[in-house]
């Protein structure tokens, strides 16, 4: 009796672990698939500086070019242009150690070089923090006038009736040699009005002020508004 019993023990024993591993073997382990994070990209060296005109202010839209110096000769790398505020920035590999480079500013209407304090400036980079490569214009500059300007009134109907109407018109030349930028003037007027309900009607002046944005004007054009 106890030889059966421990013979159904033991059969009892191989069922189970065989259904376990038969249901062990059937289970399908899905492993967690992890993406690479994207490597950024660093720049640890800068070349910055400012481009001026002589009174100091910044001059925008000049181009810094970029060459890299070796064996006697030189190959572009870039360009760059400046800011509004004159300010540019040009970001660099590591692998630009103790390389020999130059910079060239170039105005947009004249050559690498033309009508700048120095034409090019040729250094060696050895270390991430460059002191700023400054460049000073000295060529020409725009130069806008306000050549003529018209004040007239004029009637025009609406919904309340016929009004009268004061219009304006300003004719901006541009003297100078290069283009100028985009801008904003300011012209003040005065402006006649009359009170015809008092006896006898008398009028006052007000003074008045408008705002034009001017496009960019090609040297020696004019524009209207």
């Known amino acids: 009796m106890k030889k059966l019993i421990f013979l159904s023990l033991i059969s009892s024993f191989l ?12 289970q399908i382990i899905k492993k967690k698939i992890v993406k ?14 400012h481009v001026t005109v002589p009174d100091g202010r910044g001059l925008g839209k ?10 006697g000769a030189q190959r572009w790398i870039e360009d760059v242009e400046t800011n509004k505020a004159g300010f540019y920035s040009i970001p660099l590999g590591s692998s630009w150690f103790n390389k020999r480079v130059k ?8 050559g690498e070089g033309e009508h ?43 919904l309340e009736g016929r009004i009268k109407v004061v219009k304006l018109s300003v004719t901006i030349q541009n003297i100078g040699l290069v283009e ?3 801008c904003d003037i300011k012209v003040s ?7 015809l309900e008092a006896a006898p009607f ?9 705002n034009f944005h001017v496009p960019s004007i090609p040297g020696g054009q004019t524009n209207r508004e």
């Open 180 to 182: 100028s930028e985009e």
């Open 116 to 158: 700048f304090s120095h034409r090019e400036d040729i250094f060696q980079i050895t270390n991430d923090k460059m002191s700023n490569r400054n460049f000073r214009y000295t060529g020409p500059l725009p130069d806008l006038i306000v050549r003529t300007h018209e004040l007239w009134e004029e009637t025009i109907r609406s």
């Open 103 to 110: 910079l060239v500013p170039k105005h947009p209407a004249f």
């Open 15 to 26: 069922i189970i672990s065989l259904a376990y591993g038969m249901s062990s073997d059937s």
């Open 202 to 210: 008398y009028y006052s002046f007000e003074s008045k002020e408008k």
């Open 62 to 71: 000049v181009k810094i070019k970029l060459y890299e110096l070796r064996n």
């Open 189 to 195: 007027y005065m402006v006649k009005k009359f009170n």
């Open 36 to 49: 690479p994070k994207p490597i950024k990209q660093f720049y640890p060296i800068r070349i910055s500086g």
